[in-house]
């Protein structure tokens, strides 16, 4: 059993009228904690949101948009990931509101995961090359990190070593068994090697 949870992402050019029935074969079989749409483009996520929102959160599975905080609020999402500076969090706080989950990609900055945890988020995220940071900041932090664009199971290994909470996994839907593959090539290999 993989020792933290899994955070799946869209890629940029996801569909819904080609990608929802695999979509929730994947989501039902790996019941990950999160779902991210990358895309910032405000239309294109408004249509994936209506297409997807019910089939992602009856799985329980949270329904997170990029850079969107109003339009996440406005459609029922679950949150916001803000992929640029944490000086952003103050103002997408105030467009999500108080209940929904805010979270920043701080790359490999100690002082932007710093800045961001001060300023309200929820969570943080962290690039695949730096995993002392992420080691350094479950150890002195109590705030969630996530290890952003895992696409390897040596890159999981690493993070999980470094006691990441979650694995942000990049994933086309296009094909169920092939999203299902990668994952299980990512999740069974760190789970033997890393077992908790």
Same mark, same amino acid.
Not at 21 to 26: G, I, S
Not at 105 to 127: H, K, P, Q, V, W
């Given at each position: ?27 039902e ?5 999160a ?25 329980g ?8 905080p ?12 803000l992929s ?18 805010l ?5 490999? *900055?100690?002082? /932007? !995961?710093?800045? +961001? &945890?001060?300023l309200? =988020?929820?969570?943080i #995220?962290? $690039?695949?090359?730096?995993p002392?940071l ?37 994933? *086309?839907?296009? /094909? !169920?068994?092939? +999203? &299902?593959?990668?994952? =299980?090539?990512?999740? #069974?290999? $760190?789970a ?5």
């Amino acid at each position: 059993m993989l020792p933290c949870e899994l955070y799946l992402v869209t890629l940029p050019d996801f569909d819904p009228s080609r990608e929802l029935n695999d979509l929730a074969k994947v989501l039902e079989r790996w019941t990950p904690s999160a779902l991210r749409l990358s895309t910032t483009d405000e239309s294109q996520a408004r249509h994936c949101v209506n297409a997807i929102r019910s089939t992602v959160q009856a799985h329980g599975t949270a329904l997170i948009l990029t850079d969107l905080p109003a339009l996440a609020q406005e459609l029922g999402c679950d949150g916001v990931h803000l992929s640029g500076h944490p000086s952003r969090c103050l103002t997408a706080r105030e467009e999500l509101g108080k209940d929904l989950q805010l979270g920043v990609y701080c790359d490999t *900055s100690r002082d /932007d !995961a710093m800045n +961001a &945890g001060e300023l309200g =988020a929820d969570y943080i #995220s962290i $690039a695949p090359n730096a995993p002392d940071l992420v080691a350094w900041w479950s150890q002195m932090m109590e705030l969630p990190v996530i290890a952003e664009n895992i696409e390897t199971a040596e890159q999981a290994l690493v993070m999980i070593k470094a006691n990441a909470d979650f694995l942000a996994i990049p994933l *086309s839907f296009v /094909d !169920a068994d092939e +999203a &299902g593959a990668r994952l =299980a090539a990512i999740v #069974s290999r $760190a789970a033997e090697e890393y077992p908790g």
